[in-house]
């Protein structure tokens, strides 16, 4: 059981690259979610997703894109990096049914940008 | 918006004692989540509250949550070397689609020494 797979898990970029983080997971979960966490921080939440074709903006979403075209993947798009992006990006799914489900995360990707 | 503090920030135990962490909310908190991160992997849920008063035992880790729903403790009965790692909470909130962001804490990096 695979659960929440991110790719890729390191990766270094230089300021004006853009790059597509890849998040797919295979328990059939509605919601998804993207996270970012500095060092010595909590998770601040990027964007979620609800299904396929509905996204929303969560604290932090300036400087990122998502989309969600099925309900596996929900990738996660830098346009133009940043060194404030520099972080460590998590993916998370729960289920649809019912309230207080927990999200499941992924690995993560270290991203780091110079 | 919810703020989340934990305390301590970081714990150095020695083996089989025994420590407790606490999550406070700056609101009331209606879904509270505790999760555990070692370092190169993600976030790995243990439990979740919600009631006033609720208590949850795992293994050797008990959560409560207060009357008030302001505050969670996480405990942990005689320490192994497997509880270490980075001890997390999160707030649940509702969105306008019905389901829960997560807003968390900036952890307790917990150390079991020998």
């Known amino acids: 059981n695979a659960g929440v797979t991110q790719t890729p898990k390191f990766r270094i970029l230089k300021i004006g690259q853009s790059m597509t983080l890849q998040c797919t997971q295979d328990m059939n979960h509605n919601y998804m979610y993207w996270y970012r966490q500095d060092p010595g921080m909590g998770l601040k939440l990027i964007y979620y997703s609800v299904g396929a074709g509905i996204t929303d903006k969560g604290e932090v979403p300036n400087g990122y894109n998502v989309s969600r075209s099925t309900t596996e993947d929900f990738p996660l798009r830098l346009e133009l990096a940043a060194p404030s992006q520099t972080s460590v990006y998590f993916c998370a799914s729960s289920f649809s049914e019912g309230v207080y489900q927990p999200q499941h995360f992924g690995d993560g990707t270290r991203l780091s940008i110079l | 918006s919810q703020e989340l503090e934990q305390s301590p920030q970081s714990l150095i135990v020695q083996e089989g004692k025994n420590l407790t962490i606490n999550c406070t909310s700056s609101?009331?908190?209606?879904?509270l989540y505790w999760y555990k991160q070692k370092y190169g992997e993600g976030l790995i849920f243990l439990m979740m509250?919600?009631?006033?008063?609720e208590e949850k035992s795992h293994e050797k880790i008990t959560a409560k949550l207060d009357e008030k729903k302001q505050q969670s403790s996480l405990h942990i009965t005689a320490s192994q070397p497997s509880h270490a790692g980075i001890y997390l909470c999160?707030?649940?909130?509702?969105?306008?689609?019905?389901?829960?962001?997560?807003?968390f804490g900036t952890g307790t990096r917990l150390t079991i020494i020998p």
């Open positions: 999160g707030a649940g909130s509702p969105t306008n689609f019905g389901n829960e962001k997560l807003t």
């Open positions: 609101k009331t908190l209606y879904g």
């Open positions: 509250l919600q009631k006033g008063g």
